[in-house]
């Protein structure tokens, strides 16, 4: 619990002196605190602890008998619904930023941002439209009776039939993660964070041109 304490408390004041740092140098008139993207330190850590439970489930091959493909694939599936959700949270918190930042002018929804991304799945799907799908699929997937659409999940679903992911794939998760990624690398979470950096600048330099958007907290993601 002490560790956890001190750790804690080293990430507050790496932060604040970031956030001090870097609105000495802007200037604090010029720069808005949404601008800051301060969830990246969070999640390059997350996605680095789940890199190393990846590489955990490889050894288990290795090293236990009865641990074939199918458990890996099982685990996996589970290590990557996680990720795709807290992505989703990143996803949540960059739109919530962009209107606080555009105030009472302009309203953007979620859908509208997700459409932003340069990315594309089949030619008619987005990156960032996809991870917040399978993202959807993982939170609430025990909660359908079956894929067939209704309101809540219609729009989840079309994404990821479009995706090609329908009530067949085994594997829905590992599915999405080897359209968004080298699928020999499927454990490398890097490559989703590069996706999810890349989404957030475009969307501010879409709709907030004229802020400071490329001074962000800089961490380089591990694993």
């Known amino acids: 619990m002490i560790v956890l304490l001190i750790q804690k408390g080293r990430v507050f004041v790496y932060q604040f002196i970031q956030t001090v740092y870097i609105l000495l140098c802007v200037g604090i008139e010029d720069m808005h605190i949404r601008e800051m993207d301060f969830r990246r330190d969070w999640i390059a850590e997350l996605f680095h602890a789940l890199t190393t439970a990846i590489e955990n489930i490889e050894n288990k091959i290795e090293e236990i008998d009865w641990f074939d493909g199918i458990f890996a694939l099982e685990h996996t599936e589970t290590i990557l619904g996680v990720a795709f959700v807290a992505a989703q949270t990143y996803i949540a918190g960059t739109v919530a930023d962009i209107n606080e930042l555009l105030g009472k002018s302009k309203h953007l929804t979620k859908r509208q941002l997700l459409e932003l991304d340069g990315g594309s799945i089949n030619n008619c799907v987005t990156q960032m439209q996809l991870i917040d799908a399978v993202a959807n ?16 999940n219609r729009y989840t679903i079309s994404i990821l039939n479009k995706c090609g992911i329908t009530e067949k794939t085994e594997f829905p998760c590992n599915s ?27 969307v501010f330099r879409e709709y907030a041109p004229t802020h400071n958007i490329s001074l962000q907290p800089t961490q380089k993601p591990r694993g």
């Open 176 to 202: 999405a993660a080897s359209l968004l990624w080298p699928e020999a690398e499927l454990g490398k979470f890097h490559y989703l964070l590069d996706i999810m950096l890349h989404w957030r600048k475009r």
């Open 137 to 152: 699929y993982y939170k609430h997937h025990d909660e359908w009776v079956t894929w067939q659409p209704d309101e809540r």
